[in-house]
Each structure stands twice: as C-alpha cells, then as structure tokens.
C-alpha cells in the first residue's frame, strides 16, 4: 500500500513538473543564436574571387560585384580584371600576385592587405588603373617586368614612423615604366626604383613621406610635373645617366636634414622649370657631372644649392627670392651666368639688363656650414652678417670664389603669395590690445 502511494505521488508531480522543463527549454532554444556562421576557407582551399579568376578565359574580362572579396589571390594569365566603384579585395597577407605571364588590367579596385598589397614578377605588359591601396604594410611591388603602367593610384600609408612602413610603389630590374595622375601620402618612399630603364613620373602627388621619389642604378628618367610636398627629401637621384627633371613643384622639405633635391654621382642632368620653395637646402649635388641647373625658381630656402666634387655644372637663368644663402661649395666646375639675385646691389648704367658688377655667390661662412651643417642655426645673426660684408670687400677681385659675371639685374615683377589666418590674427590682435588697456590701469 505504502510503495502504491509513493508511485502515485510520483507520477502526479512528473506530470505536472514535464510541460514547465520543456517549456523552458524551448524557450532556451528561441534565445539561441540564430545566424550562421560563414564557412571559413580551409588551409589551401580557394576563395570564391580566385575561382572567378580560375574560369576566365586567358585574354578575357572578368566583371566584380560591389563588396568585398577576402583572400589572397593569384593571377598566372592574360586577363582583365574590372571592379564596381566600391569593389574591395581584403587578405590577411599578400592580396594579389601576378607572375610569369603578360597583357594584365586591372581597374576599379581597391585593396587593403597585411604585407605587400600587391606583388608582380616577371609580367610583360601590365595596367593599374583607378586603384586604391590603404592601411596595408606596402603597396605595389614588381621585379623584372617590361611596360608597366600605373594611373590614377591612391596609396595611403598607416600612422606611425618611416621605419615601420613600406614603399608605395618599389620597382626592382624592371624597364619602360610610365606612372601618371597618382596620389600617395604616408609612407616610406613614394616611388623607389632600382635598376629600372627607361623611367616616365609625371603629374603625381607625394607628400608626408621619407623621400618622395627615390632612385638608383637607373638610367633615362623623366620626372615632370609632379608635386612633392612636405617630405624628407623630394627627389633622390644616384649613379644614374641622362635625367631630365622639369616643371615640378618640390616644397617644405624643411625639417633638420631635409633637402628639395639630391643627386650623387649622376651624368647628363637638365634641371630646368622647377620651384622650390621653403626647403632647408633646395638643392644638393654630389659628383655630378655634365649636369645643368636652368630656368627655376628658388624660393624662401635655408640654403640653394650645396655642391661639392662636381664637374661641369651650370646654373643659369634662374631666379633667387628670399633665400637666405645661395651657394656652399667647394668650387670644383661651378658656373654661374646670368640669374636674378634679389640681394644683389650691383647697378645697370648702360642698361643692358645686366648688373655692371659680379654677383658674389659664396661666403666665409657658408664655406663653414659645408663642414658644419649645424652652424645653420647662427645664419642671419649680427655676427654673421658682418662677416659676410667683409667677405664681400675683401673677395671682390678674388677669381677663386663662386661669382656670376652676368647678374639679372631687372626681371619680371614677381608677387609672393602670403596666406593670412583670419582667425589667429584677430586673437592675437584682441589679446594684445587686452594687455595694453590692463597695463595702463595698472598704471
């Protein structure tokens, strides 16, 4: 009787207690996720953008999606590869290479990759057009290709120190190289070549970065049109023949050691129609010969032009505003004939538009800073222009100093554009005026 009870009981609250669990635990099942999660490729599985790539045809175009593609890809093939105006390609390494194979477009895309974005060897004719490339360690990176175009780029490096980036664009043992219309900030270099023939850089844009453009072991290069702002150096140019720099804007390279322009042991330069401004030394050339310096405009730099061991070197018809020293040099093949010199105080009698008096190029103390750079920091001081006027009188018959024979004496007018802050201006005049009414009630 009492084992019958106990069953019953039982039964009665198993029957009553079973609808509360399985509610629960139905309603346990309703809190659970409901998204599923995206397959992940397996280690050596392909994505589903390099199976696209995989089923072209080789000479064909392969149209994207707006989206993004993720994953590292690999192009062996003729092919065109064309994106929507928001097509992506994110990997966690490399995101494309293209090796061993010729005639590559690519266009429309943007990638963004934890190493080098985009890696290219041994490619025969390839195009990049319309490509954007950020927040990866490099950017693009080819070795031993032929005809290698790039248009309209954007590469926009990451914050942080030079050291811990790479180049935009690094071209290594590579010929006929054509890059115009592209845009690039933050990195190391903006464009480092080495060994590379047959070099055309024109109307691009660089600027926070190391060097601007940066080559070596290179031979016929144009560089025009191009603007360099706010960088270490603009144009970095060594052991390289026939080089023609013209129509560039190189400004505000004026950190310690900055410098417009470098060239070392280099042959056949013509550096003509340029303006550098504001630069700490506009312009330093090392063993260079045959190399002429025509036509451009220096304008408000520490120093121009810092030359030593070169021969044959000509600068002529240029103009110097606002600098405040224009030569340091070590007098080996140095020719100057027939530039404008704001600071020159020579006159014209006969009218001629020359000055009737030599231009005195060199000083004293500018022959000091060729051995101490840091001594820059006392230019313009009492001291030191003193000096500089003895130099002028006791130098004026010396043939051994950098002089022109043939100063500019009347140009063009020039106007010397001056931005004015509105705003700091007006602070600064409402807190002077403050200081002067407190002080007189003071009084």
Not at 8 to 32: D, M, N
Not at 180 to 198: A, H
């Amino acid at each position: 009787m009492k084992n019958w009870i106990i069953a019953t009981v039982c039964g009665v609250l198993v029957g009553i207690l079973t609808p509360i669990v399985a509610e629960a635990s139905s309603e346990h099942q309703h809190e659970s996720p409901s998204f599923v999660q995206p397959k992940k490729p397996l280690k050596g599985e392909k994505s589903q953008l390099q199976k696209l790539i995989d089923r072209t045809e080789p000479g064909g175009t392969l149209f994207l999606e707006k989206r993004v593609y993720r994953g590292s890809l690999s192009i062996t093939k003729p092919i065109t590869i064309i994106g929507m105006d928001d097509t992506k390609i994110h990997s966690l390494t490399t995101a494309l290479t293209v090796s061993d194979t010729q005639n590559v477009v690519l266009e429309n895309i943007s990638f963004q990759a934890e190493n080098t974005a985009i890696v290219v060897s041994n490619v025969q004719n390839i195009h990049l057009k319309n490509v954007g490339i950020g927040d990866s360690m490099a950017g693009i990176q080819i070795t031993k290709s032929e005809n290698i175009s790039l248009h309209d780029v954007d590469v926009l490096g990451k914050e942080g120190h030079f050291s811990s980036k790479g180049h935009a664009v690094a071209i290594y043992e590579s010929k006929k190289i054509t890059a115009t219309d592209n845009d690039i900030e933050q990195v190391l270099d903006g464009f480092y070549l080495e060994s590379v023939e047959d070099i055309h850089l024109t109307n691009n844009s660089i600027k926070n970065s190391r060097y601007a453009m940066h080559m070596m072991y290179s031979n016929h290069i144009e560089l025009a049109n191009n603007n360099l702002f706010n960088n270490m150096t603009g144009f970095m140019v060594m052991i390289a023949k026939d080089v023609q720099i013209s129509d560039n804007m190189v400004a505000k390279n004026n950190m310690l050691n900055s410098l417009g322009v470098y060239v070392y042991d280099v042959e056949n330069v013509l550096f003509e129609d340029n303006e550098l401004r504001e630069n700490t030394t506009a312009m330093d050339i090392q063993n260079a010969r045959d190399i002429t310096v025509e036509k451009n405009v220096f304008l408000v730099n520490g120093t121009v032009l810092h030359v030593q061991r070169s021969q044959e070197l000509f600068v002529q018809q240029n103009e110097f505003h606002g600098n405040i020293l224009t030569v340091r040099t070590d007098q080996q093949g140095f020719s100057l004939k027939r530039n404008y010199y704001d600071d020159y105080e020579g006159k014209d009698y006969n009218g001629d538009q020359i000055g009737d008096t030599q231009y005195i190029a060199t000083n004293s103390f500018g022959q000091w800073m060729v051995r101490k750079p840091v001594y820059q920091y006392f230019m313009e001081s009492p001291s030191v222009v003193t000096l500089n006027m003895m130099d002028t009188e006791v130098t004026e018959n010396n043939t051994q100093v950098v002089v022109d024979e043939y100063p500019i004496i009347l140009k063009k007018p020039f106007s010397l554009e001056i931005d004015i802050h509105i705003w700091q201006l007006l602070i600064s005049s409402i807190l002077l005026i403050s200081m002067l009414i407190i002080r007189r009630r003071l009084k």
